[in-house]
């Protein structure tokens, strides 16, 4: 099966892993992150990617599953991020990684995960991800 591009606007990158090669030290960092989401229905729930000094992409990081969701699915697919306005990039088009949470149709259940990030240089960054899930109509959340 053929990757699927999508575009990313800078925007969306709020609560995001932006790395900047180079300046990336060898340790391990944990992150807390709340997620609402509605069953059945996929919420993005991280954008990862790196950026050298010089505006260029750096090497994208490595990504494991390191606590499966018990009532859903956690997803990771390729696209292309366009940022705007960081330090001294101007613009800059580079590769991302986007993760994404999807609940099982019928839960109801509240559910946890967790992604171990693995960027150049060693560093590594735990998300742990407590996913609220709601039937609201308006209450999905994007990162």
């Known amino acids: 099966m ?56 750096g090497p994208l990081p490595a990504i494991r599953l390191s606590v499966v969701p018990e009532h859903g699915t956690v997803t990771v697919r390729r696209a292309t991020l366009k940022a705007t306005n960081v330090k001294q990039c101007l613009a800059a088009e580079l590769p991302a990684l986007v993760a994404f949470y999807r609940p099982k149709p019928d839960s109801a259940n509240d559910d946890r995960f967790e992604l171990e990030v693995s960027f150049a240089a060693g560093r590594k ?19």
């Open 125 to 143: 960054q735990i998300q742990r991800f407590h996913v609220t899930i709601s039937s609201g109509a308006n209450e999905g959340q994007r990162v």
């Open 2 to 57: 053929a990757s699927k591009r999508m575009r990313v606007s800078w925007w969306a990158v709020a609560a995001t892993a932006l790395c900047w090669v180079g300046a990336a030290h060898a340790q391990t960092t944990s992150l807390d992150r709340e997620v609402k989401a509605m069953p059945g229905r996929e919420v993005r729930v991280g954008i990862y990617t790196s950026m050298r000094a010089d505006c260029t992409a």
